[in-house]
């Protein structure tokens, strides 16, 4: 009783926290409606497994430093490939008069043209020593990049273990819901026919508060099993980034 009072106390302290009262619980009255009752939801796994992989931060962030990565090392691989560049150069010179020395500028051969054409190549002398720095950088390179592709492949699959684990508890706290319905029911109709039993005196008073009991730890079992469904269910709402379902 004082445990079961204790939580009853932490648990409105921490309801007057969330909602910005100061003061002890002796200052308000808090009242109670309605019935807990359970909601059933049904999930398509691999749906919600990609949903909750897209709502994370940290894989996002994984994805954009892979990409960062990526276009890092395509930067330093190119630092280590021959450049080949080509050129063309067409000279046009006017001719001259060969008795007199003065350009010519009139009649068929007075134009000359000249037409240049080359290729050049350049090949970095890192290329020739695999323990040269570019090398050594290519290779870096693709470690670290191996590395964050590891660590999000390791994100993605305990995402995916968390989703699977929450999803179990629902299917488990379903079953508990099912079952303690039942012993709810049978415990209730144990405890009336004791009642009965008792009211005619074909019972002692220890076997009908042991009905009683029986009844009391069945609803007990029952609300907590719905309990336990809503907080697995708050888990996976929280998981996938959504405020309901």
Same mark, same amino acid.
């Given at each position: 009783?004082?445990?079961?009072?204790?939580?009853?106390?932490?648990?409105?302290?921490?309801?007057?926290?969330?909602?910005?009262?100061?003061?002890?619980?002796?200052?308000?009255?808090?009242?109670? &409606?309605?019935?807990?009752?359970?909601?059933?939801?049904? !999930?398509?796994?691999?749906?919600?497994?990609?949903?909750?992989?897209?709502?994370?931060?940290?894989?996002?962030?994984?994805?954009?430093?892979?990409?960062?990565?990526?276009?890092?090392?395509?930067?330093?691989?190119? /630092?280590?490939?021959?450049?080949?560049?080509?050129?063309?150069?067409? &000279?046009?010179?006017?001719?001259?008069?060969?008795?007199?020395?003065?350009?010519?500028? %009139?009649?068929?051969?007075? %134009?000359?043209?000249?037409?240049?054409?080359?290729?050049?190549?350049?090949?970095?002398?890192?290329?020739? !020593?695999?323990?040269?720095?570019?090398?050594?950088?290519?290779?870096?390179?693709?470690?670290?990049?191996? /590395?964050?592709?590891?660590?999000?492949?390791?994100?993605?699959?305990?995402?995916?273990?968390?989703?699977?684990?929450?999803?179990?508890?629902?299917? =488990? =706290?379903?079953?508990?819901?099912?079952?303690?319905?039942?012993?709810?029911?049978?415990? /209730?109709?144990?405890?009336?026919?004791?009642?009965?039993?008792?009211?005619?005196?074909?019972?002692?008073?220890?076997?009908?508060?042991?009905?009683?009991?029986?009844?009391?730890?069945? /609803?007990?079992?029952?609300? &907590?099993?719905?309990?336990?469904?809503?907080?697995?269910? !708050?888990?996976?709402?929280?998981?996938?980034?959504?405020?309901? !379902?």
């Amino acid at each position: 009783v004082i445990s079961a009072r204790n939580r009853v106390e932490f648990t409105l302290l921490a309801v007057m926290d969330l909602l910005g009262f100061d003061g002890d619980t002796s200052d308000f009255d808090v009242e109670l &409606t309605g019935a807990l009752e359970p909601e059933y939801y049904s !999930f398509e796994k691999d749906k919600i497994i990609g949903q909750a992989i897209a709502v994370k931060y940290e894989v996002s962030r994984y994805k954009s430093n892979i990409s960062m990565m990526e276009l890092q090392n395509n930067i330093t691989k190119s /630092q280590n490939k021959p450049s080949i560049a080509g050129f063309a150069n067409y &000279t046009l010179m006017s001719g001259f008069d060969s008795s007199t020395g003065d350009p010519k500028y %009139w009649g068929e051969d007075s %134009w000359d043209g000249v037409l240049s054409i080359g290729v050049s190549v350049r090949m970095p002398v890192s290329t020739l !020593f695999p323990w040269g720095k570019v090398n050594a950088d290519i290779k870096k390179g693709a470690l670290d990049l191996e /590395q964050l592709e590891m660590g999000l492949s390791s994100l993605e699959n305990g995402i995916r273990l968390d989703i699977k684990y929450i999803l179990l508890r629902l299917d =488990e =706290e379903t079953s508990k819901i099912v079952s303690g319905g039942k012993a709810v029911e049978l415990a /209730q109709r144990l405890y009336t026919s004791s009642k009965e039993r008792y009211s005619n005196g074909l019972i002692s008073s220890m076997e009908f508060k042991d009905s009683q009991i029986t009844l009391n730890n069945a /609803q007990l079992g029952y609300l &907590t099993s719905i309990y336990n469904y809503k907080i697995a269910l !708050f888990d996976l709402m929280d998981a996938v980034g959504v405020d309901h !379902f």
